[in-house]
């Protein structure tokens, strides 16, 4: 390596050092430079054209999702930075670390009217953990390991780095070319809690009667699911979830409850949460759709909040005990206070109260399930695809139709993060992108997207990146012809008086089979489960389009469709 390079060059070479192997992104006139040091380097990083910077910017989240890594998209200036500014809130609003690049007009061109200029570092700031736009090329170094220590450390979150144009030309020093190997990949550098904390909160949760634990994306992000798991075994207390924290435990682990909430909660699961005495949130923020809109726990519900930051506690719910720290740290203590006690098992009757729930529950999916009723019931969709997917699958979902069935009642056999769906914003389209992050990030797991024909239509120009990739993701569409989220909200809070929310059904099979994906469309529920298998085991992408019950005629379990 010489002792000068280029700030393109030495944006590359601070990539690589950071650890980053993948990066999907849009070619653009400001990233000229950028682009061409990618292609005369000698590196380790794969670039993935993308067809839209949003779905770059979701393919990142997609990644950094299942290995724990920092996710990276790029794009240009103007409109670039506007289109990967969603899959960055997205991103830091559920506490995934993703870096978006967005390069930019030239700093000596800066208020002269430029075609394409955008105050890239004002538009980033309200939205993400760490951004800057960087004017100095020897900046670039400091600069990037800066946003990889803000994304990694404390609660992770989303960065954004402007490169102006004229930037990626100037000179840098290749002697400061060097990154923190900590950073990498998250979290970095956990805090244990402070003395005392986790005596503090196992003493709350034995003088209980009646205890709950409820997490969310917090336990998987902090891949304490083995901890919890000691803890919940040995006390043989309930653990419920929110959609964002499945994967805490095995949803086939007798002491997991499963998805309580206004959104994949059932009214046999809600049961545990209204009884509850005193309810111990381990990496979920206790917002809205959790808890049904605070209607759950009850005022004067006792709490125990479990999080890494601090701005969580006492937010919606009087704390009783805060343990403030990395999870998996703070359940290692939890469990050696419960250790020095030898606080054994049978303490609570978890197991048998979740046996009898979930028994009432699955007896009311299965009659749904088993159901020949065409246009083919949601139910009977996830039923097949428990009979079908390998256990180590990596399912991604829309928020839409097919979020609430699969977070219901899919029963994830492995603690991880197996279930990835957008729940801090919901932007529809987000399934198709994210899913070919994470295949990138685990391809030998099976990757399998599912979303409505709405969501369908928001990305599905993705299929041609799909397809280029050669990667084999199975699409699984739920077509009803309509936004079936709002048709359902206004059947349950407009007396069905609907409107603008209807559109024009499409053949997504043969859609998709146009970009090269091989594709079925299913309207008979006898077919459903042969197509499936047959569009799992295949070797490169499938799609198939689902006919099915629309949400305002089914037995979605949503307990609220207003978020």
């Not at 939205?127 to 800066?146: E, F, G």
């Not at 007798?254 to 990496?283: H, I, K, Q, Y």
Request: glycine share 8%; proline share 6%; with cysteine.
């Amino acid at each position: 390596m010489s002792n000068q390079m280029n700030g393109a060059e030495a944006m590359v070479r601070m990539l690589e050092a950071q650890g980053v192997r993948h990066i999907f992104g849009l070619c653009g006139d400001t990233t000229l430079p950028f682009y061409d040091a990618m292609l005369r380097l000698d590196h380790k990083i794969t670039h993935v054209l993308t067809r839209d910077e949003r779905c770059a910017t979701y393919m990142a989240d997609g990644y950094s999702r299942v290995t724990g890594r920092v996710g990276v998209a790029e794009g240009p200036s103007g409109g670039g930075a506007t289109y990967i500014l969603p899959g960055l809130i997205e991103a830091s609003e559920s506490s995934y670390a993703v870096l978006g690049i967005t390069t930019d007009i030239s700093v000596a061109s800066y208020g002269k009217y430029p075609l394409t200029e955008v105050d890239q570092k004002a538009l980033m700031a309200p939205l993400t953990k760490w951004n800057t736009v960087i004017s100095r090329a020897d900046h670039i170094p400091r600069m990037m390991r800066a946003a990889f220590r803000a994304m990694t450390t404390g609660r992770s979150g989303a960065a954004h780095i402007g490169l102006p144009y004229d930037v990626q030309y100037d000179p840098v020093d290749a002697a400061d070319i060097w990154a923190d190997p900590a950073t990498a990949s998250y979290p970095a550098y956990p805090q244990a809690p402070a003395p005392g904390a986790a005596q503090a909160a196992v003493e709350a949760m034995l003088s209980a009667k009646n205890p709950l634990i409820v997490c969310g994306g917090g336990v998987v992000i902090a891949q304490a699911w083995e901890e919890l798991d000691r803890l919940a075994t040995r006390l043989d207390i309930p653990v419920a979830t929110s959609i964002s924290g499945q994967g805490s435990l095995a949803e086939t682990h007798p002491n997991c409850l499963g998805v309580v909430g206004s959104n994949g909660g059932t009214d046999e699961t809600w049961e545990m949460m209204e009884a509850a005495d005193l309810v111990v949130f381990m990496g979920c923020r206790a917002g809205s759709t959790t808890t049904a809109r605070w209607e759950a726990p009850k005022p004067g519900t006792r709490i125990v909040h479990f999080d890494n930051d601090p701005m969580v506690m006492n937010a919606n719910y009087r704390t009783e005990v805060a343990v403030v720290g990395d999870l998996r740290l703070a359940l290692t203590e939890v469990n050696a206070v419960l250790d020095a006690r030898a606080q054994g098992a049978d303490t609570f009757g978890g197991a048998a109260a979740i046996a009898d729930r979930k028994r009432r529950k699955f007896e009311a999916f299965e009659v749904l399930a088993r159901s020949d009723q065409a246009p083919i019931r949601p139910e009977r969709v996830i039923r097949a695809l428990m009979n079908t997917l390998p256990e180590d699958a990596t399912v991604v979902s829309d928020p839409g139709t097919s979020c609430p069935y699969f977070s219901a009642y899919y029963q994830l056999p492995r603690p991880g993060r197996h279930f990835i769906t957008n729940r801090a914003h919901g932007a529809l389209g987000y399934s198709l992108s994210a899913s070919l992050g994470a295949w990138y990030g685990r391809p030998a797991s099976k990757t399998v997207a599912l979303m409505g024909d709405g969501s369908l239509g928001f990305t599905v120009g993705e299929l041609e990146t799909v397809c280029r990739s050669r990667a084999p993701i199975t699409y699984v569409v739920f077509s009803n012809a309509t936004f079936g989220w709002i048709k359902a909200s206004q059947f349950a809070d407009k007396d069905a008086r609907y409107y603008n929310v209807d559109f024009n059904r499409t053949d997504n099979a043969a859609i998709a089979a146009a970009y090269g994906v091989k594709s079925w469309r299913v309207e008979d529920p006898a077919d459903l489960e042969r197509v499936l298998a047959e569009a799992i085991a295949h070797d490169g992408p499938t799609l198939v389009d689902v006919i099915t019950q629309p949400l305002e005629e089914s037995n979605a379990p949503v307990r609220r469709w207003m978020g």
